[in-house]
T-cell receptor, first 113, second 114 residues
Framework: KAGVTQTPRYLIKTRGQQVTLSCSPI?????VSWYQQTPGQGLQFLFE???????NKGNFPGRFSGRQFSNSRSEMNVSTLELGDSALYLC????????????FGPGTRLTVL | AQSVAQPEDQVNVAEGNPLTVKCTYS??????LFWYVQYPNRGLQFLLK??????LVKGSYGFEAEFNKSQTSFHLKKPSALVSDSALYFC????????????FGQGTELSVKP
């Protein structure tokens, strides 16, 4: 099976712009989670989607949003970008049962100037 | 509150020696625990998990972890370290009753020298 893919791999934006990141999960996986990784805060949970519904949400402002499509592909959107949004954004997919391991994509490196 | 702690930012080991990367946790209910490894400019790779059963869990690349309920620990171990094991290691716990949400420790940088 193909692994989790994320596009684009690298992005450079300026403050105030918005950005959309895409994630294609492993075939058959219905759960997609998003995490933000920064040197200062480490890995932080953004949200999880399961069967097109947001199942969980982390402690991020409303500028961070996401959605999941019927084919389980997911997108996350960040509006009104701030310098502090610069990070590696990781997507992970799993079969959906919390006991299953999550499989991570390579990430999208977002730089906000 | 659910949390994970990795008390060591860095662990240095000589090749061929045993290695241990420490992890302690605090959860409500039964813990579901995971170890992941991250190589530079890569996503996280799953190593092993503890859900229930034997306290000693075996995983990928010769790694194993020991679940200790009384000490609320889940230390990662390998009998003989390789230079190629050098990477960033994360311990994670699944949040009870919150689907697939994982809480990660801050990570431990493992350096294996020849």
């Amino acid at each position: 099976k193909a692994g989790v893919t994320q596009t684009p791999r690298y992005l450079i934006k300026t403050r105030g712009q918005q950005v959309t990141l895409s994630c294609s999960p492993i075939s058959g996986h219905r759960s997609v989670s998003w995490y933000q990784q920064t040197p200062g805060q480490g890995l932080q949970f953004l949200f999880e989607y399961f069967s097109e519904t947001q199942r969980n949400k982390g402690n991020f402002p409303g500028r961070f949003s996401g959605r999941q499509f019927s084919n389980s592909r997911s997108e996350m959107n960040v509006s009104t970008l701030e310098l502090g949004d610069s990070a590696l954004y990781l997507c992970a997919s799993s079969e959906g049962d919390g006991t299953n391991e999550q499989f991570f994509g390579p990430g999208t490196r977002l730089t906000v100037l | 509150a659910q949390s994970v702690a990795q008390p060591e930012d860095q662990v240095n080991v000589a090749e061929g020696n045993p290695l241990t990367v420490k992890c302690t946790y605090s959860v409500s209910g039964n813990p579901y625990l995971f170890w992941y490894v991250q190589y530079p400019n890569r996503g996280l790779q799953f190593l092993l998990k503890y859900i229930t059963g034997d306290n000693l869990v075996k995983g990928s690349y010769g790694f194993e972890a020991e679940f200790n309920k009384s000490q609320t620990s889940f230390h990662l171990k390998k009998p003989s370290a390789l230079v190629s094991d050098s990477a960033l290691y994360f311990c994670a716990v699944r949040v009870y009753n919150q689907g697939g949400k994982l809480i990660f420790g801050q990570g431990t940088e493992l350096s294996v020298k020849p």
